[in-house]
Structures are given as structure tokens and as C-alpha cells.
């Protein structure tokens, strides 16, 4: 089992551990974070302990709080994230105050937490929800950024304004989402992995993406259907933040809306693909062309072109573990993330994940008394449901602005699926498929072609029927 040595801690962490916090007597529910997580757990608290004093406590000067929110079925829930002031949460709630500062330090054992502003808290009930930071390939390089919150994704619309060629490293859900969106600047995209995204579909699914994004011009962007929320109207705010150095809440769909993701070239779409290899080493401009001198050997790719006419002096250049080199004028690591447990919670003894967040059992209680945690900084320490599964939905899969003029058809097998259709008039218009269904792909095709499925009634999910079959 892992803990937090006081080791890990730095001097002055541990220095300032000293100042002395009053007994804990009158404390208070105190919530740490003001993402989406924090900001949760602290109305929940307030609904349900309304003569109760709620502390938020955050780094950053807006809180994200959910809106719209719909029980869709027993497991699936629908809402928006919305940013906004912390004003509008304190109306919202009369029992919840927020306070704009970092905490610099948590003294378990005391029940009180240590703000940036000079004051400390006292605690009856705490919950951390500090949420977590980019694991970057390579921490203080300039030429290495990571995305995460409205200053990041900020940083990296304006590098990429001025770029050519960009690496992009990871193959998880910001890497996905950036070789779709960016457009007039060539993208190297590297992964470990033999496909694209298999942390989201299979192989099968990432060969068909992988044709479309490198053979196809994507045309026009899907547009979205959500509530997004925007960057825009908010450097003001976000430079004073910088420059406080704190760090702010996780983005969230829809992130990439309000920014213009284009390079310097006119271009659509220019993508190449790296798999089952990662960054052996990254030298910018000059020892690169020092090491050169020292004729060192960079294996080139003889069968890529785009490599060995490769003439461009670039800002940095990548050596790959499978030998190649590419320059380019700046990496995205988009390699996961790191809870953000350091500095504030050295010197205590959590129990961590071997992602490094903090261990919760299913009440969401770390393995100190009173302190809980929720969001990205935490780590789920129970046993995963046996049932859960994968999900898809379709269309108007909850029968979104259809009225009352419309019929569900459902298909339920305990365990193992989950079948809904939503007809109008006859033909399909959304559906939710859990579990193995293979459904999909018909039901996509059923509601794109608009057929008449009137003759066939509840015999549409009749499990005896093979209705892959039937339409194909
Ligand atoms: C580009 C991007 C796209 C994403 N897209 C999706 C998506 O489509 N779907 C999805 O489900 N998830 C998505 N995610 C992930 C999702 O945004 C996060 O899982 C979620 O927002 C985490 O919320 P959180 O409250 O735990 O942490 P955060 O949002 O990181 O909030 C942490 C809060 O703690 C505060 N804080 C930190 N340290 C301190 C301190 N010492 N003292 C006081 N306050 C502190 C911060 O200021 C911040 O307010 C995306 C993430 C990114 C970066
Ligand atoms: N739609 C969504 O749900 C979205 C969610 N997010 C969330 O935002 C956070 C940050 O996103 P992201 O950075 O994409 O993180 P993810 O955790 O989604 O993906 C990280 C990717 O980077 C790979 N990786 C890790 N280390 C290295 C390395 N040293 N070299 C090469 N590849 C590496 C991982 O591979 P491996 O797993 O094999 O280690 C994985 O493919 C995540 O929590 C993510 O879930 C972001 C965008 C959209």
C-alpha cells in the first residue's frame, strides 16, 4: 500500500506545518476545489444539511456547477457544466460561503487546513476535490505543453497560430479530440498503442476513424449538440490568475469551442500517424544541430518522404523509440494526468493509488478520519460493479424534443443488456444500446434512413428475431 511519506515533502512544506491550528471544537463541512467535483459535493451538502455552514475553498476565481440535469435511466444522467461566478453558487446555496485561496496545507491531525491568504479552517468534515494536472513527457521544456484548464488551452491556441508542424503525444481523449479539430498545421501524432483511441472503441472502429482522418478531408465539423462552455471573454481574469500561478479547473466537452485551432498553413487536414512507439528524447534546435556536428547517427525513415526531404529548421526536434526524428515547432503531451495531492497534503498519511490519488472506499472516505475526496484527485479503491458496461447512445436517445408523440421499445436482460428505441410516426429516432448488443451499426443505419418500421412493431427487439440480419 502506498502512502505520502513526509520524505516527498519539500523543507519548506514541512516547515510551515508548524504553525499552530485552534482545537478543533466548532468545524465546519469544509470542501477544497472548486470544479466540477468540489462544487458538487458542496450543494449536495448544503441540500441536505441546510442549517449547516459550507466552506468551498478554491485556487481558481470561477466555480463549474452543473445545470439541466436529467435522470435519464437508472445509470445515465444528463446535464451541462456551466462556468460561473462563485456569487452565483452563495445565492444559490445561503449556506455555503467560497473563499478564492489556495490551501497550502492540510494538518489531518488537527482537523484544519492552511489557506495562501494566512488564515486557517477549521474542519469537522473535509472533502478534497483539487482535482489533478497534466503528466507531461517532460516538465520544463517550452516547447512541451500540456492542456488542461483556460490558461493551457489558451497558450496552446496562440503557439499553434504561429506553427507548422506540431507533435502530438498520448492517445487518450485530448489527442483525439486536437488531430480532429486542428486544422493548416501538420500533425505527427505518436502513440504506444497499435490503433488510434483504443482507450474509447476497438480496433475495428479506430482502423474505419484512422482512413477517415487521413484519407478524407473531414468536411464540415459535426455540430454540436450540447451546451458548451467557452473560453471566450475571460483573459482578463485568466492572466491574473498566471500570474498568481494557480491553477484552474478542468476543462470539459465542447473545451476547443471559441478557440480557433488553426496553424500558419491553408491546409485542412495533414496527419501522420507514429504507432506502438513513444519519445526516446527531445532536443531543441541548437544541440540538435551540435549533436549533427558530432555526426551522431539519426536513423531516418527511408520510406517516409515528409521525413527525409525533411530541409525545415525547427524550433525541436523528437527522436522517437522506433529511431525516427521529426522536427516540428512544438509536443503536446497529452499523456494522462496526476492527482493534485502536492504540496498541500505532505506530511499526512493517505493511503494512494499507483496512479498517485487518493485511495476512497464507496462512501468516498479516504483512509483518514473525516477527510473525503471526489473528482480527479481520488482514486475508486472498491471493487468495480461486475454489470457496468459500456455504453451507446443514438440520436434522440431520450426522445429530445420529440413531445409526447412518440413510443420507447425496450429490451432488458438483467446483467447482460439494455435496449431502447425511440420510434415517432413509425421510424427510429434514438436509442440507448448497453451491454454487447451489436445493434448498433443497424439502428445507426435505421434512424439515418428513416425507414417505416410499423409493420413490425415490438418485434423490432424481439430477441428471437435477428434484426442485424433483417436490414442489412
Ligand atoms: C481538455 C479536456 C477535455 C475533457 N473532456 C471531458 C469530457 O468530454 N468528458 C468527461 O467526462 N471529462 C472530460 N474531461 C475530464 C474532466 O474535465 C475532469 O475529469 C473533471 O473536470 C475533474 O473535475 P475535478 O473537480 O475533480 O477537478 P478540476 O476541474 O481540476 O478542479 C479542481 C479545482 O481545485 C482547485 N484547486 C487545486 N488545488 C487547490 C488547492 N491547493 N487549494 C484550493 N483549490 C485548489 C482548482 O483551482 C480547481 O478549482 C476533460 C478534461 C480536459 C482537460
Ligand atoms: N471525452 C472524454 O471523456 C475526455 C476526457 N478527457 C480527460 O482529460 C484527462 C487528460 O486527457 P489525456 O491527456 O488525453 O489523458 P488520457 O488518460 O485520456 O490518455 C493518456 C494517453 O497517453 C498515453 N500515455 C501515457 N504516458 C505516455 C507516454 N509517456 N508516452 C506516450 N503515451 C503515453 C496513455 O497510454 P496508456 O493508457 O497506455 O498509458 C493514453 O493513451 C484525462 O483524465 C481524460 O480522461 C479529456 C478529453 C476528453
Not at 404 to 426: F, P, W
Request: hydrophobic content about 35%; proline content about 4%.
Amino acid at each position: 500500500m502506498q502512502t505520502f511519506p513526509a520524505s516527498h515533502c519539500s523543507r519548506q512544506t514541512t516547515k510551515s506545518m508548524e504553525a499552530p491550528c485552534s482545537p478543533p471544537t466548532a468545524g465546519k463541512f469544509v470542501v477544497v476545489g472548486g470544479g466540477i467535483a468540489g462544487v458538487t459535493c458542496a450543494e449536495q451538502l448544503a441540500i441536505n444539511f441546510p442549517s449547516e455552514d459550507i466552506l468551498l475553498i478554491t485556487a481558481s476565481p470561477v466555480i463549474k456547477a452543473v445545470t439541466n440535469f436529467k435522470q435519464v435511466s437508472k445509470v445515465l444522467e444528463e446535464f451541462d457544466v456551466e462556468e460561473q461566478p462563485s456569487t452565483m453558487l452563495e445565492n444559490r446555496f445561503p449556506n455555503i460561503k467560497v473563499i478564492e485561496s489556495g490551501v497550502k496545507q492540510l494538518k489531518s491531525k488537527e482537523h484544519c487546513v492552511l489557506t495562501e491568504d494566512g488564515n486557517q479552517h477549521i474542519y469537522k468534515k473535509l472533502c478534497l476535490c483539487a482535482g489533478a494536472k497534466p503528466k507531461l513527457i517532460c516538465e520544463g521544456n517550452p516547447y512541451v505543453l500540456g492542456i488542461r484548464d483556460t490558461d493551457s488551452a489558451q497558450e496552446f491556441q496562440k503557439q499553434l497560430t504561429k506553427a507548422k508542424r506540431i507533435m502530438i503525444i498520448g492517445n487518450g481523449g485530448i489527442a483525439l479530440e486536437l488531430v480532429y479539430e486542428i486544422e493548416g498545421c501538420e500533425v505527427i501524432w505518436v502513440i504506444k498503442d497499435k490503433a488510434i483511441g483504443n482507450t474509447f472503441f476497438d480496433a475495428g472502429a479506430a482502423e474505419f476513424l484512422t482512413s477517415k482522418l487521413i484519407d478524407e478531408k473531414p468536411e464540415a465539423k459535426i455540430a454540436q449538440k450540447r451546451t458548451r462552455y467557452t473560453t471566450e471573454g475571460r483573459k482578463k481574469e485568466t492572466q491574473a490568475r498566471a500570474s498568481a500561478g494557480n491553477v484552474g479547473s478542468a476543462l470539459g466537452p465542447d473545451w476547443h469551442e471559441g478557440l480557433d485551432l488553426k496553424g500558419t498553413k491553408e491546409f485542412s487536414h495533414k496527419i501522420h500517424i507514429e504507432t506502438m512507439c513513444e519519445v526516446k528524447k527531445i532536443y531543441l534546435q541548437e544541440e540538435f544541430r551540435i549533436s549533427e556536428k558530432k555526426s551522431l547517427t539519426f536513423p531516418r525513415d527511408h520510406h517516409d518522404q515528409s521525413v527525409t526531404t525533411d530541409k525545415e529548421i525547427w524550433p525541436v526536434y523528437v527522436e522517437l523509440t522506433n529511431e525516427k526524428i521529426y522536427g516540428c515547432d512544438f509536443i503536446v503531451s497529452a499523456t494522462g494526468v496526476t492527482p493534485n495531492t502536492e504540496p498541500f497534503l505532505c506530511g499526512n498519511n493517505f493511503d494512494v493509488g499507483e496512479d498517485g490519488g487518493l485511495k476512497v472506499d464507496d462512501h468516498m472516505h479516504t483512509s483518514l478520519p473525516d477527510i473525503y475526496a471526489a473528482g480527479d484527485i481520488c482514486t475508486a479503491a472498491w471493487h468495480p460493479s461486475p454489470v457496468w458496461q459500456q455504453v451507446v447512445l443514438l440520436g434522440k436517445y431520450n426522445a429530445q424534443g420529440l413531445g409526447s408523440n412518440h413510443e420507447l421499445l425496450l429490451r432488458c436482460t438483467k446483467g447482460q443488456e439494455y435496449i431502447k428505441a425511440v420510434l415517432q410516426n413509425g421510424r427510429m429516432m434514438g436509442a440507448v444500446l448497453i451491454g454487447e448488443t451489436d445493434l448498433e451499426e443497424t439502428f445507426e443505419n435505421l434512424i439515418l434512413n428513416q425507414m417505416n418500421l410499423s409493420a413490425y412493431g415490438e418485434d423490432l427487439l424481439d430477441p428471437n428475431i435477428d434484426i442485424e440480419d433483417y436490414f442489412d
